[in-house]
T-cell receptor
Framework: QKEVEQDPGPLSVPEGAIVSLNCTYS??????FMWYRQYSRKGPELLMY????GNKEDGRFTAQVDKSSKYISSFIRDSQPSDSATYLC???????????FGPGTRLSVLP | DTGVSQDPRHKITKRGQNVTFRCDPI?????LYWYRQTLGQGPEFLTY????????KSRLLSDRFSAERPKGSFSTLEIQRTEQGDSAMYLC?????????????FGSGTQLSVL
């Protein structure tokens, strides 16, 4: 079992839809959770980070962490074609310096 | 442009050759990371530096791989005697601190193809 699991997609939605992305993980020591967006042939770009459990909202993006279920999710409201990319979750514990990434979910937002 | 810069963007080499990549981090960032990413996978940790000290290396990093960060500024990643399995995107990232809200900023990567 990989440390971080993520549905690879591809996920296709119409423009304006709400997109739901999620990751599960096995290491209960993870405390710090991040979502990255990666366009083709580019490096990942940080979208949001959350520490421990709870919700966080930033514009059209919302991130949720449920540590009891070892499950994190992200929602994109009013999705746009420019949101078409691969979305990666990443996480780390308080002691290690290594950020562990999920395999990514490919998203296509159709105009 | 004050982001993370990587050079070259693309590298094609023959099996058995040595290659070297360069990363210039964001200037005030003291941490620098190297990751490798293959198609359909997330970035995989290779090694990281705090200032000029290499503090951690992945167990997956073979002896053919070596990284340096002289004077705590730019970093180089060298792969000796390349193999076809080394073909991947090599990503560099930098960050300011080791606080719990440490944020990694990535470069655009070097795409390596070993023929």
């Amino acid at each position: 079992q990989k440390e971080v699991e993520q549905d690879p997609g591809p996920l296709s939605v119409p423009e304006g839809a709400i997109v739901s992305l999620n990751c599960t993980y096995s290491n209960s020591a993870f405390q710090y959770f991040m979502w990255y967006r990666q366009y083709s042939r580019k490096g990942p770009e940080l979208l949001m980070y959350t520490y421990s459990s709870g919700n966080k909202e930033d514009g059209r993006f919302t991130a949720q962490v449920d540590k009891s279920s070892k499950y994190i999710s992200s929602f994109i409201r009013d999705s746009q074609p420019s949101d078409s990319a691969t979305y990666l979750c990443a996480m780390r514990d308080n002691y290690g310096q290594n950020f562990v990434f999920g395999p990514g979910t490919r998203l296509s937002v159709l105009p | 442009d004050t982001g993370v810069s990587q050079d070259p963007r693309h590298k094609i080499t023959k099996r058995g050759q040595n290659v070297t990549f360069r990363c210039d981090p964001i200037s005030e960032h003291n941490r620098l990371y190297w990751y490798r990413q293959t198609l359909g996978q997330g970035p995989e940790f290779l090694t990281y530096f705090q200032n000029e000290a290499q503090l951690e290396k992945s167990r997956l990093l073979s002896d053919r791989f070596s990284a340096e960060r002289p004077k705590g500024s730019f970093s180089t990643l060298e792969i000796q005697r390349t193999e076809q399995g080394d073909s991947a995107m090599y990503l560099c990232a930098s960050s300011r601190s080791s606080a719990t809200n440490e944020k990694l900023f990535f470069g655009s990567g070097t795409q390596l193809s070993v023929l």
